[in-house]
Each structure stands twice: as C-alpha cells, then as structure tokens.
C-alpha cells in the first residue's frame, strides 16, 4: 500500500500526479490520508477529499510513504505527530519514502538523509542535514527519493512507479500517459 499525505497547502501537481500515475500501475494500492482532517486544500485552492483521514489510517501495509511539497503544505506535515510517526515505521520498516520541493527538508530534519545524496526545492538545501545535495530533477538512493518541486512531478511519479513495480511496468505506465522522460 502506498500513502501520500497530504496536509493543508499542499502542492497540488505534487500529489496528483504520484497519485494518478501510482493508480495506474496494476496491483498498486494508492490511499490518500488527510492530515487532521478528511478534506485539504492545497496551496493553489484546490481541495481534495482524501480517503481517510490520518487517525483512521490503518498503516499495517505501508510499502510507500509520499511527502507532496508545498507551502505551508510541508510545514503542516511536519508538525503532525502522526506523520512523525508514520515516517518512523516506515523507516523503520524499510518501506520507501518520497518527498518533493520542500518535503525532502522533513527528512533531513529527522536524520533520514544522513549519508544519502538528495534533492530539494531550491533554497532548502540547508535542511537535507547530512545529504549530499544533487542538481537533478530526482534522486534515487536507495528506498528514498526525492524531487525538485512541481516541474519535476512526472519524472518524480515515474521514480516511484519504478522502484515500487520494477522497471517493466514503470515503462509499461509511462507509455501508457504519453510520457517521454
């Protein structure tokens, strides 16, 4: 089960299209949590009924934790104690985390990104503690993967799609949205 977290001000091209792409992908579970509460509005107002709300999730089957970016959006997420505590399983699960624009920041203040090479919106890159901070769209290593903000949402989805499903059916899913990346 993927879940991406979304919390007011989020960045909407951010959490759509890791969503909307994941969906595609055969045998890919995709459940979008409210943070606080069932429907959020992201940072341009547009607002999204999510399927849960963060204290009904059940997070037993957590194969993928997603950070949208946004403002205040990443600040919002930050603060939530159970988003503390679901990047916590999650990194202690093994379970892979990904983060745009500003989100990554959220795991160099936890020590996620110690060791690790990262990218982030620009301007952030003082909060990746301990990453070695990338000029690319995305950056894989390991189970973390990060991006640079709302330009990057394709190659970032695609990313994910391909560590969670394997190589085979990320390019299966790219085909089939007409993308080129």
């Not at 203040?109 to 301990?130: D, I, Q, S, T, Y």
Request: proline letters at 3%; glycine letters at 12%.
């Amino acid at each position: 089960m993927v879940y991406v977290l979304l919390a007011d001000g989020f960045e909407e091209v951010e959490a759509i299209t890791p969503i909307d792409y994941l969906r595609r992908c055969e045998g890919v579970k995709v459940t979008t949590v409210g943070i606080g509460k069932k429907t959020v509005t992201g940072s341009h107002g547009i607002t999204i009924t999510c399927d849960c709300e963060d204290k009904k999730a059940d997070f037993s089957e957590m194969q993928m934790v997603v950070l949208p970016g946004g403002m205040p959006g990443t600040l919002n997420l930050e603060k939530s104690k159970v988003v503390q505590q679901v990047l916590d399983a999650a990194w202690e699960k093994g379970a892979y985390i990904g983060a745009i624009c500003a989100a990554p920041s959220i795991l160099g203040h936890k020590g996620f990104l110690n060791g690790k090479r990262a990218v982030c919106f620009p301007g952030f890159e003082k909060e990746l503690a301990g990453a070695e901070v990338l000029a690319k769209p995305v950056c894989v290593d390991g189970k973390i993967i990060t991006a640079k903000g709302a330009g990057a949402a394709n190659q970032f989805a695609f990313a994910l799609a391909k560590q969670l499903c394997g190589e085979d059916r990320a390019y299966k899913l790219a085909a089939s949205v007409q993308w080129e990346g």
